[in-house]
């Protein structure tokens, strides 16, 4: 699932590279605890995972009980 925010920066940015962090999306869906870049703690305390994929910074946090993985926040790198 994508938030709000990172749905508006989504669709704005080129097919390509929707293209891109869609696959990239995916691989979180398929793998939501593989090693992310790094971890930290949202406003709420909850852990928050960070993912830097080519020029993109990706927030995202993964709910265990329903197993969702939620996107956040996509920060451009360039």
Do not use: T, W
Request: net charge negative; aromatic share 12%.
């Amino acid at each position: 699932m994508l938030d709000e925010e990172a749905y508006a920066i989504l669709g704005g940015l080129s097919r390509r590279d929707q293209r891109k962090l869609e696959s990239c999306f995916d691989r979180l869906r398929d793998h939501p605890f593989a090693e992310p870049s790094f971890v930290g703690l949202d406003a709420s305390g909850e852990e928050q995972f960070h993912l830097f994929f080519e020029n993109y910074a990706i927030a995202y946090h993964v709910d265990h009980a329903v197993k969702l993985v939620f996107i956040q926040q996509i920060l451009s790198n360039s």
